[in-house]
């Protein structure tokens, strides 16, 4: 409880407390060299110096104050801060779907922590109807909170959890499944869902936010309805991103699971569909499809469940002047399958040649992407894409990188056998791979050109 | 309460004394740095073109300390869609939202240290930024970037001190371009430069005092030479209560000399709502009393003549009818000059409801303007008002009809509280209208973007040893010298006063000449669009040596900054760099322009070939219009290079000299020498 106290105070900043009798939370007339200052002192971050105290001043504004000037301290009261959001319960209307949102971390469910400064993933599901009241017009909502974790800690542990929940929400019923998920890896959970969950009967719709829920230009409200009402009302059953489509607050995306990558650091509209056009547009007016070759609700609760996962494989990103001792180190280290992100059609050089070999010699599966992620790989055009071939690098057509990577953990998982692992990579699930590339599929427009120019005068993007 | 509120003129101290008034200002002034505050965006340049807009909204947020803010809500009921325009050359995706900020502008932070230190505040060691809400989309990440520097400072004024409660250093928010209905649009050219942002405390007891205060002030920062000047760089906002009053922030005034007139409405506003409180009391009127109903009136006012009903009714909308159960007269009592407690209404309904085309109410108090008797009498029966009820109409669509009508009852109780909490906006004949409910501390909470930053004791020290003179000692100094009240309190705040010093000191300059350079040449070239700020103090200091040094004549100074700034915008514009040596520069000018100064036996030889070679029109038969005539040819060829004073002397001496020479010789003094000779 002492060190509750005192939280994240450290070295100086502590002794200063504990020599005036103060505490976090403690509401007090503070004289300094500096002169005097009334405040509540706040926990301090962990990452933050030992050297400061922080007041949160009657103006609302936060301040630091360096101990060692701190002449007294006196304290007046207590004020503690109590994270609060109107907790309501979930109206239940018999005659609207029944969805079932599954938490696992991430922006789209966060919250402000003083300690760290920082967002962290401690909203429960529960609270989030209670910021988002409009969820209640779409649907009976029941939420369960899987895991609390950023996306770049979600692991085949994870996945195998979602995968069977998933499963077990199905066959209890449910119309829709919204899944929270923190954005930076959505797209590899997207993959491996669409692997390990197949013919769904309902939507399975991942979604999350680029603006963390505390503040007002927030996506993730907009994000969370769009979502639910793609699992409530929507056709497409299928693992499918829901996120903003433009950076503008007019419509999110669909995205299918399996061509889906994460495009930006920090905008909106991080997530594209790569080498294809996405599913659907989805505003609160409702969803508009773009395509229909989708797979369709259905009534029956005939899922598949695939939880196969092997560990041992990886991504190499090949750049000029890889050495081959990287490749050579993975099948020192057990790897059993290897995705080669290469450059233009599906190349890497020659060093490596022996190395893939022995590789392969050791029975480590190796596929070829490209890491111009549009386009196909093609490794009859050039000489060196034959000679990489003949050292039974399987060319793996559009799969994205990541994507491949997933399905080959998928595939391992399942099987060792060089032609039966081939057989299941190499037959499409769901769009990871496909047979045409659409013209429309491959667009970045490049700004200043006059056209361009025109369009964003005109469209809100 | 038994004092009669008098007109503006005839106010005294005494008068506000007797109200209780209590006058704060926030005064917000733009910093000069190259670069915005959490991105590295130019700073200050504007355009009213766009490449591109994006559409976002706005929802309210839970604050640090876990309660809903009240200004939040209200926004949030207002469902707008926010329009910003985007430029390419102003605007990255930090100020769209969509980008992380960068670390602060150290240029920046190091100004407001400055001005901390002119304020005499208690500095905080630690900067933390803090979000503050702004959900009017103002700001498209939905809060300002802020973070205050210290607290609890003051000034000198009039044998007193002047409270400053804090200074902060914050981003700017957009321009709005305009706010119909349920759209507004802003420009986001001067979002995110960086400001600072002063806050007195309610220290100003006359509406005159808080313009005097706000005059210091301003010219206090400006003193450090690193302010934005020009329009919009420096906006204020006051802050008004009155005794049993409450405290209500006016924004957005335009200048300081709009202050005073503001002050005065705003008591006026008070002192009336307090009034209205006390006519409701005498009627049993209170919080817990009041009541009010309302009902869609649509069908009973079918027929009506009243043109914007009329068209209402043609757009399919729908009319009802707010009844305020005893409020017959009150929307008709006074609040500021010339406007009533309905404008109160009226101006709840166009921020909250978006009813923005106005008339968008019609009541019961003024209701002969507006619907007939016969109408007013059918509504009167719909909705069951006794004599004594108020009836206010409203329409539109049904969602914000219905907005409306809360709204309605919510303003109409809180004339039972008193005064409502709220910001308010200046307006130009000086009274104000309702911007929103004044937001709480609860709108604050820290950046998590940022780490804390520590103010460190060098950093002050430093910027310390860069402070300016405050202008009141620099006035005390500058007595001595007798200059023109306007030039004076020009140079007190002008950034080139370190310059003036170093002219008159160091060079002996004569004060009033410098003076009236610094302040009103300096101020007419920049009005012909010449950008004075791109010569150097050097480059100044060294046209005044070649006066001094006799290479150029008084009149010529302004001649040679003009052809200095023209050449510096040349080589910049050539991409060439300008010369370091100011001397040479200087020296250069004066030769293109060969203002040599002419010697006093160079201007007489001028002088004597003009009258006695000249051609002089017919016309020319007084003494005057020839002088008039004469200086005009001579000056061509001295201008900047003779004190056009010496020449007119001369000239006149000349003239003189030659009428008498005329009438000696007996000949006519109408006709010219020439001509005169030659008969």
Known sequence: MSKDKHKGYRGKGLAALKEHGVAVWSDVDVEAKTGSFQGIILPRSETADEDHIVLKLRNGYNVGLQAESIISMEEKGRKEAHYKIPEKEFPYDPKKPNVRLFGTGGTIASRLDYRTGAVIPAFSPGELYGSVPELADLCNLTTEKLFGVFSENMGPEQYIITAKKIGEAIKDGTDGIVIGHGTDTMHHTAAILSFMVQDSPVPIVMVGSQRSSDRPSSDAASNLINSVKAAAEGDIAEVVVCMFGPTSDQYGLLHRGTRVRKMHSSYRSTFRTIGDIPLAMISRKGLVHLRDDIKHRRNDRDVKINLAFEEKVTILYYYPNMLPDLVDACVDNGYLGIVIAGTGLGHVNKPLYPALKRARNNGVHVYMTVQTLWGYVQMYVYETGREIMELGVVPACNMLPEVAYMKLCWALGQSNDREEVERIMLTPVNGEITEREPYNGYLIYQGAIPEVQDFLRTIKR | ?679
């Open chain 2, 1 to 679: 309460m038994g004092y009669e509120f008098k007109p503006f003129d005839e106010m005294t101290p005494e008068d506000y004394a007797a109200i209780g008034l209590k006058a704060g200002l926030e005064i917000h002034q733009q910093l000069m740095t190259e670069k915005k505050l959490f991105c590295r965006c130019p700073a200050g340049h504007y355009s009213d073109s766009y490449d591109a807009e994006i559409l976002r909204h706005m929802r309210p947020t839970l604050s640090e300390l876990g309660e809903y803010d009240g200004t939040a809500l209200m926004e949030f009921k207002t469902k707008k869609e926010i329009v910003y325009r985007i430029h390419s050359d102003t605007v990255c995706t930090y100020e769209m939202d969509d980008t992380p900020p960068f670390m602060m502008n150290e240029a920046a932070l190091d100004i407001a240290v400055e001005v901390a230190l002119l304020l005499n505040l208690n500095l905080v060691n630690e900067l933390h930024i803090s979000r503050k809400q702004y959900l009017d989309g103002s700001i498209p990440t939905g809060f300002q970037r802020t973070t205050i520097l210290g607290v609890d400072g003051w000034i000198p004024y009039k044998n007193r001190k002047i409270g400053i409660a804090q200074l902060g250093l914050e981003e700017d928010a957009c321009r709005e371009v305009s706010d119909i209905g349920h759209q507004r649009v802003f420009l986001t050219d001067r979002l995110g430069m960086p400001l600072i942002e002063t806050v007195t405390k309610p220290d100003m007891r006359t509406p005159q005092e808080a313009a005097e205060v706000g005059e210091i002030l301003r010219r206090l920062v400006r003193a450090t030479g690193k302010m934005r000047v020009g329009h919009g760089a420096a906006r204020e906002d006051v802050n008004v209560s009155i005794d049993g009053g409450t405290r209500v922030e006016i924004k957005g005034v335009p200048s300081l000399s709009r202050v005073p007139l503001l002050i005065y409405n705003e008591a006026m506003r008070q002192w009336n709502l307090l009034r209205i409180r006390k006519l409701l009391e005498q009627r049993e009127i209170t919080p817990s009393t009041f009541s009010s109903s309302n009902a869609d009136v649509t069908r009973v006012l079918l027929g009506t003549q009243y043109v914007p009903i009329q068209q209402s009714m043609e757009r399919g909308e729908e009319i009802h009818c707010v009844r305020l159960d005893g409020y017959a007269g009150i929307l008709n009592e006074k609040t500021q000059t010339d406007t009533t407690f309905a404008k109160e209404i009226s101006d709840r309904v166009r921020v909250v409801a978006c009813l923005t085309t106005l008339p968008n109410i019609v009541h019961s108090d003024a209701a002969s303007e507006t619907l007939s008797a016969k109408f007013w009498k059918r509504i009167r029966q719909r909705m069951n008002a006794r004599p004594n009820d108020a009836l206010v109409l409203v329409w539109g669509n049904r969602e914000d009809v219905e907005c409306g009508c809360n709204e309605i009852a919510i303003r109409a109780r809180e004339a039972t509280e008193g005064i409502p909490s709220e910001t308010r906006q200046a307006l130009n004949d000086g009274t104000n209208g309702f911007e929103r409910i004044l937001p709480g501390p609860d709108r604050m909470y820290p950046d998590t973007d940022l780490p804390p930053q520590a103010l460190s004791s060098k950093r002050v020290d430093e910027a310390r040893s860069r402070l300016p003179e405050p202008p009141w000692l620099r006035e005390a100094r500058y007595e001595k010298y007798d200059l023109p009240d306007d030039v004076l309190d020009a140079l007190t705040s002008s950034p080139r006063v370190l310059l003036f010093d170093s002219l008159v000191d160091k060079l002996g300059v004569n004060p009033t000449l410098a003076g009236v350079f610094l302040s009103q040449h300096v101020k007419a070239l920049r009005r012909k669009g010449l950008m004075v700020e791109a010569l150097s103090d050097d480059e100044i200091y060294c046209v005044f040596e070649a006066h001094k040094d006799g290479r150029l004549s008084r009149e010529g100074i302004p001649e040679v900054v003009r052809r200095l700034m023209r050449r510096n915008r040349g080589r910049q514009e050539n991409g060439e760099g300008v010369t370091n040596d100011p001397r040479k520069n200087v020296q250069s000018a004066l030769d293109e322009l060969g203002l040599r100064p002419l010697s006093d036996d160079e201007l007489r030889r001028m002088v004597e070939k003009a009258v006695e070679e000249g051609e002089l029109p017919d016309t020319l038969v007084t003494h005057d219009k020839k002088h008039r005539y004469l200086m005009g040819v001579l000056m061509v060829e001295a201008r900047g290079r003779a004190e056009g004073r010496v020449v007119s002397n001369m000239l006149t001496e000349k003239l003189n000299a030659s009428d008498k020479l005329a009438a000696a010789e007996g000949k006519s003094t109408t006709r010219n020498p020439k001509n005169g000779k030659a008969g």
